[in-house]
Each structure stands twice: as structure tokens, then as C-alpha cells.
């Protein structure tokens, strides 16, 4: 498939406003790792390859290992491989993109809030919001992963 337009040639300001917003969810003071895993969580339920591909290689910078990468889709079952604060965050990331008519479910809600303190469940609500804005932004105008595409066989 090929790009519809780049949105931030078509609408710099608002690109900016997204950026503005972006870097207040950067600095947010939670963990780096455990963003980059619930952005890569949320742009794998929305199917943004370029938030896929640009989260991995962020996550993998800021330490993270291929093998919690490459387990992401199946954290359920995972087991161990996931820490008790970070399956939390994940349930919250999935209810919160796909919010729907049900709205979050009190379980989800209440497992998150047993280790998260409310100004991070601020935060940790506003970064899910900020990459699904980005997700549908880039999935919308089919905006490529920047990664060289695989070598014709």
C-alpha cells in the first residue's frame, strides 16, 4: 500500500500540537520500558506499522530484550516474563484502546490502580490516549515504517 499524504507536511500545526503533547508523555515519569510496552500493545491491537516499528526499536534502546518484544501479543500467557506492574498496564492499555460501549472494566481499573498511583493512571491513561491518536493518525494516511523494506529474494 502506498502513503495517502503526509500529515506533516499537510498540517505542520497540528503535527506540532502532537508533538507537544508527545513530549509531556516522554517526560511523564514513569518507567521508559514500560511505555514502550504498552505503545507496542496499543499499535499491535490497532495495526500501526509505523508505531510498531519505530516503539520496538525505542523499546530495544531503552534496554528492553527481542524475547518481550517478540511475547507482547501473548503477555497473558507469558507468565513470568511480564511483571505484576507491567501485565496491570497492558490490561489497562487494551481496555482503554478498545473502550468501546463497555467503557474499562472495575477489575482492570482496580488492578491497575494497585500499582499505579492516580497521577500515573493520569499519565499512564494520557499516553495510551496520545498513541492511539498517533496510531489512527499514522495508520489513517498509511504512513510507512522507517525501516528499509526486506531484500527481493
Known amino acids: 500500500m502506498s502513503q495517502r499524504l503526509d500529515p506533516a507536511q499537510v498540517a505542520p500545526e497540528a503535527i506540532r500540537a502532537m508533538r507537544a ?4 508523555v516522554s517526560a511523564n515519569g514513569l518507567d521508559p520500558r514500560l511505555g514502550e510496552l504498552v505503545k507496542l500493545r496499543a499499535s499491535q491491537l490497532n495495526g500501526c506499522a509505523y508505531c510498531l516499528a519505530l516503539h520496538a526499536d525505542i523499546a530495544r534502546r531503552h534496554g528492553e530484550v527481542q524475547a518481550r518484544i517478540d511475547m507482547l501479543p501473548a503477555w497473558r ?3 513470568a516474563l511480564y511483571s505484576a506492574r507491567e501485565r496491570a498496564a497492558l490490561a489497562f492499555a487494551e481496555a482503554v484502546t478498545r473502550i468501546g ?4 472494566p472495575d477489575p482492570v481499573y482496580a488492578e491497575a490502580a494497585r500499582h499505579f498511583t492516580p497521577a500515573e493512571l493520569v499519565e499512564l ?3 495510551i490516549a496520545t498513541i492511539n491518536a498517533w496510531n489512527r493518525l499514522m495508520a489513517t494516511f498509511r504512513v510507512p515504517p522507517a525501516i528499509a523494506p526486506a531484500a527481493a529474494a
Do not use: F, S, Y
Open 21 to 24: 503533547l508527545q513530549a509531556h
Open 77 to 79: 500467557e507469558a507468565g
Open 125 to 127: 491513561a494520557l499516553m
Open 101 to 104: 460501549k463497555a467503557g474499562v
